[in-house]
Antibody
Framework: QVQLQESGPGLVKPSETLSLTCAVS?????????WGWIRQPPGKGLEWIAS???????YYNPSLKSRVTISVDTSKNQFSLRLSSVTAADTAVYYC???????????WGQGTLVTVSS | QSALTQPASVSGSPGQSITISCTGT?????????VSWYQQHPDKAPKLMIF???KRPSGVSNRFSGSKSGNTASLTISGLQAEDEADYYC???????????FGIGTKVTVL
């Protein structure tokens, strides 16, 4: 059974960088699929952030691209997200997920709430 | 990257059928048979209910069905049950630059 688990600070100060890691179990990241981040502001809908393939292919949400870094660590079977210069608008539940090459997500992490506040 | 259009809310009585629409463009919904639907209960991660327009993953009730015509996809829930009350999001592949796009979400209420 594939499982994804997000980890990282639940509180980030404005203008700082949000950093999250997703640990994957039950499947090797190197075996295929994309690995992505999706967020959901409180009471709002889902928004793609970025997705990465172990080969290096990356998709970004154009509206976030300038602030996003996504990376994969195959040795630890995990992938990470960094979002710089955060504001209150970046407050959201952040999900890691496993999309295929056609953006179909079959596995999601449980989500982690990140609040941007001083 | 504009979100796909969905009605904000749809409601129905137990046993009835409801349909949720999802409208995009020829660059996403209309361009590919790669529409999926997700169910999200409060404080839970989304769950895949339909993929490739009309296919159901193993374990998903056959009360859930999907279709597409042009730039609009639809999710139908038949024999509505209390447990179906949730938010539903459509999603579509949107090409090799944008990758994926979600709908704005529809809240389903069982009366």
């Amino acid at each position: 059974q594939v499982q994804l688990q997000e980890s990282g600070p639940g509180l980030v100060k404005p203008s700082e960088t949000l950093s999250l890691t997703c640990a994957v179990s039950g499947y090797s990241i190197s075996s295929g699929y994309y690995w992505g981040w999706i967020r959901q502001p409180p009471g709002k809908g889902l928004e793609w952030i970025a997705s990465i393939h172990h080969s290096g292919s990356i998709y970004y949400n154009p509206s976030l691209k300038s602030r996003v870094t996504i990376s994969v660590d195959t040795s630890k079977n995990q992938f990470s997200l960094r979002l710089s210069s955060v504001t209150a608008a970046d407050t959201a539940v952040y999900y890691c997920a496993r999309p295929d090459a056609w953006a179909l997500i079959d596995y999601w992490g449980q989500g982690t709430l990140v609040t941007v506040s001083s | 990257q504009s979100a796909l259009t969905q009605p904000a809310s749809v409601s129905g009585s137990p046993g009835q059928s409801i349909t949720i629409s999802c409208t995009g463009t020829s660059s996403d919904v209309g361009g590919y048979n790669l529409v999926s639907w997700y169910q999200q209960h409060p404080d839970k991660a989304p769950k895949l209910m339909i993929f490739e327009v009309s296919k159901r993953p193993s374990g998903v009730s056959n009360r859930f069905s999907g279709s597409k015509s042009g730039n609009t996809a639809s999710l139908t829930i038949s024999g509505l049950q209390a447990e179906d009350e949730a938010d539903y999001y459509c999603s579509s592949y949107a090409g090799s630059v944008t990758f994926g796009v979600f709908g704005i979400g529809t809240k389903v209420t069982v009366l």
